[in-house]
């Protein structure tokens, strides 16, 4: 069955279509290789490894053009790293959270297992839609993903009407910072990895910070609460000011981070990729609602995520089969995500996968199943 070959016309330029880690720019890949001896492998104290940091801090910064007093915070560990690091040092006492797939879902469980806060308020919804927000008293910090990867439903950001004067807003943006709108006024937190829409490589967690959520960091760390020094945001705020990072960072990512920002600072910034990813979600959500064998999985349009796209083939279909041949054919990662276990094939719409390619895939995903 996998003997099955797809035209060389109808091919994508390039096939990773995968959520995360997702794709990464061949010529960033060439840049980091180009540094040779000047970069990976020296001191990370040192000013070759601190310009590296302070690209990507900057590149952020214009990016997102920083709202007044916000900061860009990094550290070791990835989006995971930062759900305990918020126990820790941004949950005063009790949160609450939008669960709606594994991701949401994840946060939530990571203040109710941190014993020195309140059990939290979780608001849940079944996978494919999603939940809203509602102030309620006694919450100090309100969690949900804005792009949730495993199903791809993406939730506004939105402060809560009533919410407390000095309660956060912390959203898990790590599949949906750079490739959806945002307006980071609604937002004390926006944290996120760069293996997704920044094209980079895991390990390493960013956060853009409000002046709201920096005092928070204070107000937690003055109370003697006891943080574990790796967990300790104060820390993070303070070699972030410095380009730096409490313990040694992964050089490459921050590297590749620089090269993709800059690609995105120059292409129009963020109304420029999310040009892009609208262009790619029209153009595979189109053709879903177009064929007959395909739905889209996210049954309100409004919900449907702009750089993730999961589409449910009929019964008749195999969608496992349809990946395992695409994949045989150089077209990887389109497989859904393993726990939500239906018919589909999940693809990655992030700004560096071009839109071309989204319609390629397409046709190409139609000539497998017409051979099929
Ligand atoms: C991928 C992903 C994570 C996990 O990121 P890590 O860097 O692997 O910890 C968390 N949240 C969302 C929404 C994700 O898409």
Redesign the pocket.
Known sequence: MTEIQIPADLLPKDGRFGA?PSKIAPGALDALAATGTSLMGTSHRQAAVKNTVGRVREGLGSFFDLPEGYEVVFGNG????FWDIATFGLIREKSQHLSFGE?SSKFAAAAKAAPWIADPSVIKSEPGTRPVAVAEEGIDLYGW?H???STAVMAPVIRPAGAADDALVAI?A??GAGGLPVDLNQVDVYYF?P??CFASD?GT?FAIMSPRALARVEEIKASGRFIPAFFDLGTCVEQSRLNQTYNTPSVATFFLMAEQLDWMNANGGLNGMVERTTASSNALYGWAERTAYTTPYVANADERSLVIGTIDFNDDIDAALVAKTLRANGIVDTEPYRKLGRNQLRIAMYPAIDPSDIELLTKSIDFVVDAL
């Open positions: 995360g990835g989006a995971t790293a991701f993903a792009n949730e990867t898990d790590t599949s990895a293996q997704k895991g967690w």
